[in-house]
């Protein structure tokens, strides 16, 4: 059965970094594309980055470009969203999920249940 | 970048069908996918690639697109589709994803 599980979430002060992961199985995950969605609370979703299959294209949404930093290591299937100088606006419940395809997929077909990532003093 | 707007809320009678619209430059270039998101649940994908439908959807969830808008129609609508819908596609540069304002749909 396919699965992604996210952790390490938590509070954290303005400013500082938090390092999200998220670990996958049932599926060969060196062969697909993967992605951070956001979403704050009551609010929509919001993409937050996209990672190709093999590591080698990264794409980022405007408001985390520069902060944020996608990654994964294929060999323990496992996504990583480092997040630096964070902001009371990042604030959130992080999903990953897994593109339909190696990158740029129509569609995100497995998702996580979320770590919620709360920035405050 | 670009946006993709959804009307806020539409009500349903239980049975009856519903079209929930998704307008944005970028669906002219780009197909539009939808998730269906529960209270406190992560979203499903429940139409890709304008109008394919995953394994394990129902085939009351159906989609279309014309120029710059795409639709989710649900035929039949059951109680246990009251959620909040989501429109998703790629941005007007191709390399970004943008997500839709979001549709409340309740079923009466």
Redesign the interface.
Known sequence: QVHLVESGGGVVQPGRPLRLSCAASGFDFNNFGMHWVRQAPGKGLEWVAAISNDAHNKYYGDSVKGRFTISRDNSRNTLYLQMNSLRPEDTAIYYCAKDLLRFLGPAFDVWGHGTMVIVSS | ?SELTQDPAVSVALGQTVRITCQGDSLRSF?A?W?Q?KPRQ????VI??KD?R?AGISDRFSGSSSGNTASLTITGAQAEDEADY?C?S?DSS?????????TKVTVL
């Open positions: 970048s197909y996918s998730y998101q992560a979203p499903v994908v890709y690639a394919k995953p989501f998703n790629r191709g390399y970004h994803y943008v997500f839709g304002t979001g």
